[in-house]
Structure formats: C-alpha cells, structure tokens
C-alpha cells in the first residue's frame, strides 16, 4: 500500500510544479503539506533502509538544502523563508520516500512518462476548448498565440514537453517501447512544445535527445574514447551554433520565429542588473526565495532597470547567488560535480539508465541558463533535476546492495563446497578398517 502512496505523492507533486495555480484552487502550503506528511511518515517506516541509501545520497544536495533552511537567519522574514525551505527539503523527501517503497529499476521514467502524458494531454484540450485558460493573450511575437495549456506559463509547458521528449526518445532507443507507440508520443511532445513557443526547451530537448540516441542507437561502431571525444566536442559546439542561429543575426530567422534576438528576449539586461544587485551581499545573500515577491528593495531596482514587472532573474544560476550567496553557489557547484561522479558512477552499471540522466542532466543544467529553476518549487528544471538525482542514488545503492549479497552468496557457496571435504579428511583419520579384515595382531 504504501508503494501506492509513494508513488502518488511523487506523481502528484511533480504536477504540482507544473499546473497553474488557479487551476487548482488551493493555497500553497495546503497543496505541499499532505504531501510532505505522508512522505515523512513513508520514510520513517523504512528508516532502516533510508540509513543504509543515505551514503549514496548526493552530498552536495544535502549541504545545499541545509544551507537553505539557515539562510532564514539573515532573510528579511525568517518565517517566510523556513516555510519555503521546509517545502524545498520536502520535495525531495518525496523522492526519497518513491525510492524506498515499491522502488524497482524502470519504475521512475514510467511514473514520469505517465504523469508528463496526463499534463500534456491535458494542456491540449484546455488550449484547445478553454483558449481564454490555455493559450496566452499577450501581444509580444513570443507571447503572441503561445499555449500555456494547464501550466503557469508557456516555458512550463515548453520544459514540460522537452522532458517529454527525451523520455519517449529514451523508451524507444532502449527497446521498452514499440517504435509506433514512442513516435506518437514524441510527436505529441513535440507538437505541444512547438505551440509553447517555447524555443529554448526545444532546442535543449534536441540536444538532449540526440544524446540518447547516440548512446543507445549509434549508427557506427565507435571506441569509448572516441565516443567520449565526440560527445565533449558536441558539449562545446552545440551551444556555440545555438547562439549563433538564435540571437545573432547569421542565421537569425530562427530565433525571430521564436521572438528572440542577442539579448535573449530581455534576459542580458535583467542579468546586469542582478550581478549589480549580488554585489551588495555577495557571501551570503538576501536569503532563499527572499528577493523577488517585494521583501527586498532590490526587486524595485532590477525592474526600473529593465522598464517592466519582472519576476525573476531568468538564470537560476545569478538567483542562486543572488539569494543564497556565493557560498550556496559554491555548494550547487558541488552538487552538480557530484552529480557528474555519480553518472559516471552509473554508466560503469547501467548503460540504459545512463543514457537516460545524462540528457536530462544536461537538460536540466543548461535550462536554468535562461530559466529560474534552482529552488524554485513551480520550476521543472529543480524538480526533475532532484528527482533524478535521487533516483540515481537508488541505483547505486541497488547495485551495492546486489554485489554484497553475491559475495555472501559465494562464501556460503564455498563454506559449503569446503565442509564435506574436510568432513571426508576428518573421517579417515582412525577409522574403522574394512568389513572382512582383521586387525593384524
């Protein structure tokens, strides 16, 4: 049963970072609390096998997370910032709790393909039959007939379809979809994140699943060092072509049909103004979720900058700094490079599941590039990016956990094999002698 649960609450809070809030009709702290209650108590009941993950359990997120709820000490609202930083901890017990309960190797790109289907469909019939809900009225050239679907905005439905994308892209290159089944639901994907408008989450998804394919479908046969060369030249150019066919003006049809241009839609200003702003606290910051929302009087300054209402800095990355300061930055540095030694960890283990967090690794990082995501609970690009990690950490500690029960297996098979032999040797020493002869006298 409780497997049911785990599995219902991971479900159901991934939506969570998705939907719109009017949608629902609940408040913030009522959305996350049953949630977080019955994954506290899940993991209470396995707390055996929680201490025996925990080592594998990526550090760096729980210095980061620690770092959050401290953070409350030097916010403007210590009350608002432990609220939020209990939610963020919370998101990730929820991970943590579908990992220990019911937890069998597939069962996370499953959950996620379910839940990412439900949303998407969803999206379509509310953009479709409720356009006033699902498609954006906004009058921008990246705005302008954008579908937001059952969303907060369109870049959640844009990154919401891109995970999409390189999960059908990761089930058909891995045999475990039918070719047919895995091409509607890329094309579904595709279909929706097109409508979003949403050209950075298209472009990323590209990247990523080009990297699925390449790991699991290679047309040609190549050695580990030169597929590993290839992959890091692709790292370095791919990037590097983006900008050039996006925001300058070479190839810059692409980038208009998205509405982007050189300053990635305003983003460059919005950035200036926010490294001006990380200046006045650079070591510990305004304090977790603490700037934006009108607690701080640098949210005004960062918006005349700019001339409009923006919300957040369109980089999770300068936020993290901004709001956690430079030692928190440093800590999601950590995170990340952990997060790299364990995917080379896996891809040692499991060549499928690599080719999986890989792309979304990528995916995740390169996002909150022009996103906001880090330790943002409505961001997808923090959600999926935890519960990989998370789930990366199950398989680790499942292989550990199978190697040391092989060992056990094959000292009980050898203390086995090894007993009737020293039986034997024990045996001839004065025995008997034989039926029929005599003791010599």
């Given amino acids: 049963m409780s497997s049911w649960f785990a599995s219902a609450i991971w479900i159901v809070g991934f939506s969570y970072a998705f939907l719109h809030g009017d949608l629902i009709g609940i408040g913030f702290r009522d959305k996350w609390s049953p949630l977080l209650a019955i994954a506290l108590a899940i993991v209470a009941a396995r707390a055996q096998l929680f201490m025996a993950m925990l080592p594998f359990i990526n550090p760096g997120m729980i210095l980061l ?5 401290l953070s409350a000490l030097w916010a403007p609202s210590a009350v608002f910032v432990l ?3 209990i939610s963020v901890i919370g998101v990730s017990m929820i991970a943590v709790a579908f990992s220990l309960s019911g937890w069998h190797p597939g069962r996370f790109e499953s959950r996620l393909a379910f839940a990412v289907n439900i949303l998407l469909v969803a999206s379509i019939f509310t953009a479709v039959f409720y356009p006033a809900i699902g498609v954006h009225s906004g009058t921008d050239v990246s705005l302008r007939d954008a579908w937001l679907g059952v969303t907060y905005q369109k870049n959640g439905l844009g990154q919401l379809s891109a995970v999409g994308m390189i999960l059908w892209t990761y089930l058909w290159a891995s045999r475990r979809a039918r070719a047919v089944i895995a091409a509607a639901g890329f094309a579904l994907c595709l279909f929706t994140v097109v409508k979003s408008r949403s050209s950075t989450s298209l472009l990323l998804a590209m990247i990523s699943c ?7 479908r290679p047309r040609i046969s190549l050695r580990a060092g030169t597929r590993k060369l290839i992959i890091g030249a692709l790292a370095v150019v791919l990037p590097i072509g983006i ?19 050189g300053t990635f839609s305003g983003r460059k200003e919005i950035w200036d103004a926010l490294i001006l702003e990380i200046e006045h606290r650079p070591i510990l910051g305004t304090g977790l979720n603490s700037f934006w929302g009108g607690a701080d009087a640098g949210e005004a300054r960062v918006r005349a900058a700019v001339g409009w209402a923006v919300r957040n800095g369109h980089n999770g990355y300068l936020d993290v700094a901004n709001e956690l300061g430079l030692v928190g930055l440093a800590l999601l540095i950590f995170f990340l490079g952990w997060y790299c030694v364990s995917l080379v960890r896996l891809a040692r283990i499991s060549r499928d599941h690599f080719a999986l967090h890989l792309p979304l690794f990528v995916y995740v990082v390169l996002a909150n590039t022009t996103e ?9 690009a ?7 990690s998370v789930e990366i950490s199950r398989l680790l500690f499942a292989h550990a956990a199978n190697l ?3 060992k056990r297996q094959l000292a009980l098979q050898k203390a ?5 032999v020293a039986a034997s040797r024990s045996g001839s020493i004065g025995a008997p002698p034989a039926s029929g002869t005599a003791p010599r006298g």
């Fill in 83 to 85: 609220t939020q930083a």
């Fill in 210 to 216: 080009a990297g699925v394919v390449a790991l699991l």
């Fill in 382 to 388: 923090h959600l999926v990016g935890m519960y990989a």
């Fill in 243 to 261: 900008y050039i066919a996006v925001a300058t003006p070479y190839l810059g049809f692409i980038g208009r049909y998205f509405g982007k241009d």
């Fill in 372 to 380: 906001s995501g880090w330790f943002f609970l409505i961001a997808p």
């Fill in 404 to 406: 040391r029960a092989k």
């Fill in 416 to 420: 086995g094999s090894e007993a009737p």
């Fill in 65 to 69: 997370l620690g770092w959050c709820l």
